[in-house]
């Protein structure tokens, strides 16, 4: 049961297109409950986007016991709006918590959450293409205490933010830079976890790889320096000159992604012969050389599809193909995007549409 409260609503549809960015504006509602040990989740509410209160002492500021999640809603032609795939996305928000030792949330009871808000603040889902409102789970420790143990008191909030694509430049392609001294993630770390820690850690090699003229970094394994990992906040994949696509196999280190997952659906659908497996970057390197790798794109829910055309690794470029998306990057984008926003019929059920017209 979800109480909701008296929200003053502002007009979401003074932001023009070009100026949404990626999570710079909110809704106006939010949803939260909270945890006790004693007491489970309670106080279940849809109330007014606010700043929350945390004590100095509160777990989360020292431990870094945080976990988020992200996904996104999308106007449908006809007014209506798609969730993807919600449930895959509630699915991680409680491996990551478990993986964190923090109390799993209600599955049903989170994805009911986000339905309602959204339903809500159904005037925030902006209208123009490629646009969406993204959808921002957290959970935080809150209880008063610098011991590093399982804390016995947590929040869970849901916050909403209208978008444009994550990279500015829409479908083009992105150049990629490839660490030698940063890892991001190690197998049986909290690489697969979406906690906040993670991210921090990776802010430093993002900076570099932008003061070197790259727009993302591509991870390699901690070990090893040698295996393909991630690109940024995407999974990745490689298309061969053979019909073959090869992403990295889910080691432990890296994120399952949503978009990962359906995009391998499409691509044995689309015919391609799908691989998950170790990808050893620097075979990937001779092979762009030699032609027999034709495309690499990264996929998330930000960017859903981002061609890469460029990688740089200790001084040296290496141009993917033409250096311009590819045939496959394309199909896919097209795919995936029309299901989302309803353009195309969804034979796979992966979206939910609140209906909101009247
Ligand atoms: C590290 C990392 N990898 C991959 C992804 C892609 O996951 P998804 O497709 O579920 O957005 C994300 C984004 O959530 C991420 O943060």
């Known amino acids: 049961m979800i109480t909701s409260l008296p929200v003053t609503e502002t007009p979401a549809d003074q932001i023009p297109a070009q100026d949404l960015g990626f999570g710079l504006h909110f809704a106006d509602r939010m949803f939260t409950q909270r945890y006790l040990r004693t007491r489970g989740w309670h106080e279940a509410t849809i109330g007014p986007y606010a700043p929350i209160t945390l004590d100095p002492a509160a777990q989360a500021l020292h431990n870094g016991q945080m976990i988020f999640d992200g996904t996104k809603a999308y106007r449908r032609p006809d007014g209506d709006i798609n969730l993807f795939r919600p449930e895959r996305n ?26 309602e808000l959204v339903r809500l603040e159904a005037r925030w889902v902006p209208h123009a293409p490629q646009t969406a409102l993204y959808i921002r789970p957290v959970m935080i420790a809150t209880e008063k205490a610098l011991s590093i143990r399982a804390p016995a008191e947590y929040l869970h909030y849901i916050i909403l933010s209208p978008v444009a694509p994550y990279f500015a430049g829409g479908f083009a392609p992105i150049a990629v830079h490839v660490p030698h001294a940063w890892v991001r993630a190690v197998r049986g770390g909290t690489g697969e976890a979406k ?5 921090a850690g990776s ?20 070990l090893e320096r040698r295996y393909v990992d991630e690109v940024g906040a995407m999974n990745i994949a490689f298309v061969y000159a053979d019909q073959t696509l090869r992403t990295p196999e889910l080691s432990g280190a890296i994120l399952h992604g949503v978009t990962r997952e359906s995009v391998l659906v499409l691509a044995r659908d689309m015919g391609l012969d799908v691989r998950e497996e170790r990808i050893d970057f620097f075979a990937v390197c001779e092979d762009i050389a030699a032609g027999r790798i034709t495309e690499v794109f990264g996929m998330g829910t930000g960017a859903v599809i981002a061609p890469v055309g460029r990688l740089g690794y200790q001084g040296r470029d290496i141009v993917v193909g033409d250096g311009q998306p590819g045939p496959v990057a ?3 984008h097209e795919t995936l995007t029309g299901i989302q926003f309803g353009l195309r019929p969804d034979p796979y059920g992966w979206t939910q549409t609140i209906r909101v017209r009247s």
């Open 195 to 199: 906690t906040p820690g993670n991210y």
């Open 203 to 222: 802010i430093v090699a993002t900076e570099e790889a932008t003061a070197l003229g790259y727009q993302q970094v591509l991870w390699l394994d901690a």
């Open 330 to 332: 394309r199909a896919l």
């Open 90 to 115: 509630a699915q991680r928000f409680n491996r990551s918590a478990a993986r964190m030792g923090m109390p799993e949330v209600p599955e049903a009871l989170h994805v009911e959450a986000i339905r």
